[in-house]
């Protein structure tokens, strides 16, 4: 906790912070610090217990379909149909373990976060310097800082020598910040805040001293826990859908239950007849099969995502992508790479086009292979450097800061040996960068001769340049005005740029003299898109996808990057943080709908953003990588990580982690998300005119005033096989061939849309009508009551036989995703065809289930009726084109 919570500490003076917290650059007392420990509290962020393991089970039931299921199951009991009550109670459990293993590590985030707050810090104590844990910081403790520390509390900075702190996880600012001691205005957003260091950050270079104005919870990293403890994560579309359709299902199944029971009764029927033909009905029209199947789908649909590098956490997650709307992307390390690159040189009044192969134009005869001029720029960027490319001899990586590093490796890409030449050309003295003094400078031996390089602020040097070095390395006369219209259209381009210059005498002091360097040149980087990510999002576009950008970058960077990306066109509009901190609700959503591209966002503001988008009817999906994302990442509709570069903290709020990092993934998850919905369209447009005709059947009976045609037990058979043999074989049917060509499955739709509900009546029908009037028929022809049901129930089995090719496509014939591109379609088929012989032949099955083989000549008509069935639908499915839901009708993305 911090004293005085709401104080904007950057903008006071380092004395006012020390005085205010009754400290000094000294630190405090060992007793102080004790004191203060037992009231504020330990430096580590607040947990909230979450629910125990049972409570965690319980809520697996917690749903109107497994309310059906329980209460079918009960009334079982009730009237003791034992095997009934026993596969109805084994399917819920099932279920609800599936659920409860998926679910079991899905918030872990607020532990996350408190590991990533720094374990060690060295901190002044009595006016000596220590070592603690960092848990046992308390406000007005004064921390030192060194490269490589991880700042382990919110700091006010009162002094920093040539301080960068890396805040791309609580910022997105992708490159490191420059740090010092001058106030920054009240209102200043978080990523302009140079006085400040904050927990959790990275110190990249350089050293400075802080007094602590926040622990735990009231750090910029404890408010984000804050929010991500108070952000609830929400239902995606496909559970939604599934309660709303669950709950219909509830009240139909319940009203014909009890209008046949009411019916019969009046008419004097048996009281306990027509509680069993009630329990036959509903046992009829409940799809016991459907969260099984729901279940396995998803489970597939994990499968298939891993396979292609999306490792999805929560299952309903695997379908939301598919009916996602709005993309919401991080910029750094999201969709750009996250990695500094040196793409354009300006030299002598030209521009060289710089890559990582042969830079352009062709290179002239140089020092490396290149024009002496050129060649000298590059030389100035290797030895006006502090960054390591090659790695030590204990084997560590390339090191420093990531501009530094970029200028390394554009001198390799243009043959310089960076190592060689700093070995030949040692220091001989250098002035540091500082904020306050925007520019590096350092004095270097260069064959036998003191040579002074300076980089920095193109405001900076360009005044203290009286020549240029031209192309051929020859001084010439320099042209100020041509020099900043070259910066600024780089700079336009979303590039950041650096300028080079020489000292003219080899002298060097404390500052660099205002006049006398030689211009070298321009050296203009970026944090370059990925090629995959650019190719992404025009297919999310074409799929009618919205890609939207939120990221902590400048604004002139975030929307040159989204040019390039393809999220943003030209004359498009960027909002930043301070300009959506003062829209209210309304105006905000209408911004978050129109606007593509945000910069300067803070955590807070990003999971507004996604807020608004929801509240505007979008279905919403949020990658990031950062802390800082964590909170929208867990409000989204799914949450989506980077998994190599991401934190821990954004991998445990999100539904779904990419292990490649790469938003290119996104479009293989987009199109199996659609997929997987497709497949259970496909099950549940199997199941339902099966349930449909059994509860109607029943429901015939009772009015018609005749023997149940199927009984409670032969309708569980049918339910239970039928939905593992066939119906779970269209969870392995492959991803229909136009399903990027779309538009995403509006939030608000239906299950089923209204050709495919005409469908399951139709179905239905027809399975009524042949199961019924066979059963009859034959009763006629004086077929036993066992030989006729057994005739009913082969009536059924072989119309979902023949309606399970109508199912493998919803617009097209069964062969459109390949004949035998699904090996489980025929095995099922195979096996559903074996169990049957034995319902219909076996003895011990005649026994369990009351069946018996019917007369031969049956066969022809089951046959007939099951071939019709198919007919009709294949006929219904030409004439309607196979769903509400037209190909080629996907929106235009925004």
């Known amino acids: 906790m911090a004293p005085e919570r709401a104080a904007a500490w950057h903008a006071r003076s380092p004395q006012d912070v020390l005085d205010a917290l009754r400290s000094s650059p000294h630190g405090l007392t060992t007793a102080d610090a004790a004191e203060r420990l037992r009231r504020y509290g330990p430096n580590r962020l607040p947990g909230r217990p979450g629910p125990g393991p049972w409570q965690r089970l319980a809520q697996q039931f917690h749903q109107p379909l497994i309310y059906i299921l329980l209460a079918s199951g009960a009334i079982a009991l009730l009237l003791g149909e034992w095997a009934d009550a026993g596969v109805i109670f084994g399917v819920v459990l099932v279920n609800a373990l599936i659920g409860f293993v998926q679910e079991g590590k899905a918030a872990d985030a607020l532990a996350a976060l408190a590991r990533s707050v720094a374990s060690a810090v060295t901190v002044l104590r009595d006016g000596r310097m220590v070592a603690c844990e960092a848990v046992e910081l308390v406000p007005g403790d004064v921390v030192r800082l060194g490269a490589g ?30 740090k010092d001691t001058a106030t920054v205005p009240a209102d200043g957003v978080l990523a302009e805040r140079a006085c400040m260091a904050y927990a959790g950050t990275l110190v990249t270079a ?17 408010r984000i826990a804050h929010l991500l403890d108070v952000t609830d994560a929400l239902a995606t579309p496909l559970t939604r859908a599934m309660a709303g359709f669950s709950r219909v ?6 009203g014909l239950a009890v209008f046949g029971f009411v019916v019969g009764w009046m008419r004097g029927e048996a009281l306990a007849d027509m509680l069993m033909a009630a329990v036959a009905l509903a046992v009829g029209a409940i799809p016991e099969g459907l969260p099984a199947a729901v279940t396995v789908t998803l489970a597939i649909g994990v ?18 992508l598919g009916s996602t709307t709005v993309i919401c992307s991080d910029k750094t390390g999201t969709l750009t790479e996250n990695r500094m690159t040196v793409k354009v040189l300006w030299q002598g009044g030209r521009s060289f086009e710089w890559a990582e192969n042969t830079p352009e134009p062709s290179a002239e005869p140089g020092c490396a292979g290149l024009p002496a001029g050129l060649n000298e720029l590059l030389v100035a960027g290797v030895l006006c450097n502090d960054a390591r490319l090659q790695a030590d001899a204990a084997g560590g990586p390339a090191s420093g800061d990531p501009t530094e590093v970029a200028l390394l490796v554009a001198a390799d890409v243009g043959g310089l040996d960076g190592a060689a030449l700093r070995g030949a050309c040692p220091r001989l003295g250098e002035i ?4 306050a003094r925007p520019y590096m400078a350092v004095k ?28 051929d390395g020859c001084p010439e006369a320099l042209d100020p005005a041509a020099v900043e219209v070259a910066a600024t ?3 336009a381009d979303g590039l950041r740029v650096l300028a080079f210059a020489r000292g003219g005498d080899g002298t060097l002091g404390a500052e660099l003299p205002a006049q006398g360097l030689v211009f070298l040149g321009l050296q203009a980087m970026q944090d370059p898109p990925r090629p995959a990510a650019i190719r992404a999002v025009a297919a999310c576009r074409a799929a009618g996808v919205t890609v939207k950008m939120i990221t902590g970058d400048h604004a002139a960077t975030a929307l040159a990057v989204a040019r390039q990306l393809g999220i943003a066109a030209d004359g498009d509009a960027v909002l930043t943080g301070r300009d959506l901190a003062g829209l209210d609700a309304l105006a905000l959503q209408a911004a978050a709908m129109r606007v593509n591209v945000f910069a300067r966002v803070e955590p807070a503001q990003k999971l507004r953003l996604v807020q608004a988008l929801q509240a505007g009817g979008e279905v919403v999906a949020m990658t990031g990588d950062g802390v800082n994302d964590a909170p929208a990442l867990k409000a989204a509709d799914i949450g989506v990580a980077m998994g190599a570069g991401g934190t821990e903290v954004a991998k445990e709020a999100a539904a779904m982690v990419l292990t490649d990092d790469n938003f290119a993934t996104l479009e293989a998850a987009v199109e199996a998300g659609r997929g997987v919905f497709d497949n259970l369209v496909k099950f549940i447009l199997w199941t339902l005119p099966t349930n449909f005709a059994e509860g109607l059947v029943i429901l015939f009976a009772v009015l018609a005033g005749t023997t149940l045609p199927i009984t409670p037990l032969q309708i569980l058979w049918i339910n239970m096989t039928t939905a593992v043999l066939l119906g779970m074989t269209l969870a392995f049917e492959p991803i229909e061939p136009d399903v990027m060509g779309r538009p995403p499955r509006p939030p608000g739709a239906p299950v089923l849309d209204a050709v495919q509900m005409r469908r399951v009546v139709l179905v239905g029908a027809l399975l009524v009508a042949a199961a019924f009037g066979l059963f009859l028929r034959w009763r006629g022809f004086g077929a036993s009551l066992e030989e006729a049901r057994t005739i009913a129930v082969n009536v059924f089995v072989a119309g979902e036989v023949a309606y399970l090719f109508n199912c493998r496509s919803l617009r097209g014939g069964f062969w459109r995703g390949g004949v035998l591109a699904n090996p489980w379609f025929w095995l099922g088929i195979g096996a559903m065809v074996a169990l049957q012989a034995a319902f219909t032949w076996w003895p011990a099955m005649n026994r369990l289930f009351a069946s018996a083989p019917p007369p031969p000549a049956a ?7 099951a071939w019709a069935l198919a007919l009709a639908v294949g006929l219904e499915k030409r004439l309607t084109g196979g769903s509400a839901s037209r190909p080629g009708a996907a929106r235009i993305a925004r």
């Open 859 to 865: 066969w022809l008509e089951i046959g007939a009726a």
């Open 432 to 435: 540091p960068f500082d904020a």
């Open 249 to 254: 299902l509830l009240w139909l199944i319940l």
């Open 206 to 222: 350089g050293q400075g001293c802080g007094v602590v104005v926040a622990t735990g919870a009231d750090t910029e990293v404890g």
């Open 149 to 178: 520390d991880k700042v382990p509390a919110d700091l006010r900075l009162f002094d920093a020598r040539s301080l960068q702190i890396a805040e791309a996880a609580l910022t997105g600012e992708s490159v490191a910040v420059a």
């Open 444 to 471: 270097v031996c260069v064959a036998d001769h003191p040579v002074v390089f300076v980089k920095g602020g193109l405001e900076a040097l360009l005044p203290r340049c009286a020549a240029q070095i031209g192309v």
């Open 489 to 491: 259209a780089l700079a």
């Open 303 to 320: 499968a298939r995502m891993a396979r292609r590098k999306a490792i999805v956490r929560r299952l309903p997650a695997v379908e939301t």
